[in-house]
């Protein structure tokens, strides 16, 4: 039997969790104090894209980025590829609403990415690299 709505109503609201979290200082692997919201999403972002998907049996497959077998593929084939990946990574985040404005700019071995973040508390620009080229 198909269950159906019997004219049951909700006596519940939804409410959003807070996002406080851990704020990290990367530059003396130290963690000093607590973030919350729009500072918590930029360091959530910066840990997906900086996360290699598929790498780590701690993280779901739907965390991180993938980005080492892009590693000596063509230019062009590499920049729609990162954009495509950078919107599959962050779009995984509730709090994100979407992810537009790529800029790129290319040097030897690195392809910087610059894009424009739209999430529930305003919007933002990131930006991360990505390796094309053999060390």
């Avoid at 939804?14 to 360091?43: H, M, W």
């Avoid at 739907?62 to 062009?76: A, H, V």
């Avoid at 995984?92 to 508390?121: A, P, W």
Wanted: net charge negative; with cysteine.
């Amino acid at each position: 039997m198909i269950p159906t709505n019997d004219g049951l109503q909700h006596d519940f609201e939804l409410e959003n969790q807070p996002t406080k979290t851990f704020k990290l200082n990367l530059d003396k692997n130290r963690i000093v104090g607590k973030i919350d919201e729009i500072e918590a999403l930029k360091q959530a972002i910066f840990l997906i894209l900086s996360c290699e998907r598929y790498e780590h049996i701690i993280y779901s497959w739907n965390y991180g980025f993938e980005s080492n077998d892009l590693i000596g593929k063509p230019i062009d084939f590499v920049m729609s590829e990162v954009k495509r990946r950078i919107l599959e990574a962050l779009l995984q985040d509730e709090r994100i609403t979407g992810v537009d404005s790529f800029e790129f700019n290319r040097n030897k071995k690195k392809l910087h990415v610059t894009f424009t973040v739209h999430s529930i508390y305003g919007d933002f620009t990131e930006e991360t690299a990505v390796n094309h080229q053999n060390d």
